[in-house]
């Protein structure tokens, strides 16, 4: 498994996508509307994650705040008139005030977080009481197809946590009423080559990457080849997301 990045390399994965993002996360949006569906109205939102905004233009409220690493996506965000509250800062130091928050949203961003029981008590705290947190994660089951390789050490994958483990750090962290739903969705493509560009196309490049720098020659990509190729259907070759919703609130006090 590939080790967690630090968040300047983030900001740098998710900063050179923000002009290809939007004709490649089809499955970000697909999830992020399932993620909204019967979403409580509030006076303010925090998207977390927000990247050009898809998620953002989507939330009722009043205020919509759309906080992102990369720079370049807020500003894509902005061009295409999704983001009216631009907010560049590092999910790791939220510069906002305890109890500001009516609502957090946070679609398929997370995972990216160095520790995410710490961060889950930073939402907890950022809301006001009765507060809701909705986000979307990756969870184990991601990417079956990869697995052989990931297992030989040809490719590294972002290690992915249980649903049931999430839920927990979520208890732990003070957040009630927790509600968890997985989805399970297949992505196809032409060719091996379209589906690892998938990952850089969209920033997520550590995800899904190429092992060991010594093993990107031809034979490295001969094997990768051979061992997507297994799975062609009439569709293409498929690559599987595993993925989490959860939903929680803090505790009215």
């Not at 590939?2 to 089809?26: H, I, K, M, W």
């Not at 968890?180 to 032409?190: I, N, S």
């Amino acid at each position: 498994m590939t080790r967690p990045l630090n968040s300047e390399a983030v900001a740098a994965c998710f900063g050179r996508a923000a002009q290809s993002y939007d004709g490649q996360a089809q499955l970000q949006q697909w999830v992020a509307d399932r993620l909204l569906a019967g979403i409580t109205p509030a006076e303010m939102w925090l998207d977390i994650g927000a990247g050009t905004g898809y998620a953002t233009a989507r939330l009722p409220a009043g205020t919509v705040l759309a906080l992102d690493l990369a720079l370049p996506m807020l500003k894509q965000g902005r061009a295409l008139g999704r983001i009216r509250h631009p907010l560049c800062a590092d999910l790791h130091r939220l510069p906002l005030r305890p109890g500001r928050l009516d609502g957090i949203c946070a679609n398929m961003a997370l995972q990216w977080s160095q520790d995410l029981p710490a961060t889950l008590r930073q939402l907890y705290d950022l809301l006001r009481p009765g507060g809701q947190l909705r986000f979307s994660v990756p969870v184990a089951g991601c990417f079956p197809q990869l697995a052989p390789l990931i297992h030989q050490g040809q490719l590294g994958c972002h290690q992915f946590s249980p649903s049931a483990q999430l839920a927990e750090d979520l208890a732990a962290a003070g957040f009630a009423q927790i509600r968890v739903e997985t989805l399970r969705h297949t992505l196809y493509y032409d060719t091996p080559k379209a589906l690892l560009g998938h990952f850089k196309a969209t920033g997520a490049n550590r995800h899904a990457s190429g092992g060991h720098q010594g093993l990107r020659g031809r034979l490295w990509w001969e094997q990768v080849v051979a061992s997507l190729e297994q799975h062609r259907t009439d569709a293409g070759i498929p690559l599987t997301w595993q993925t989490g919703l959860f939903t929680a609130l803090r505790s009215g006090e």
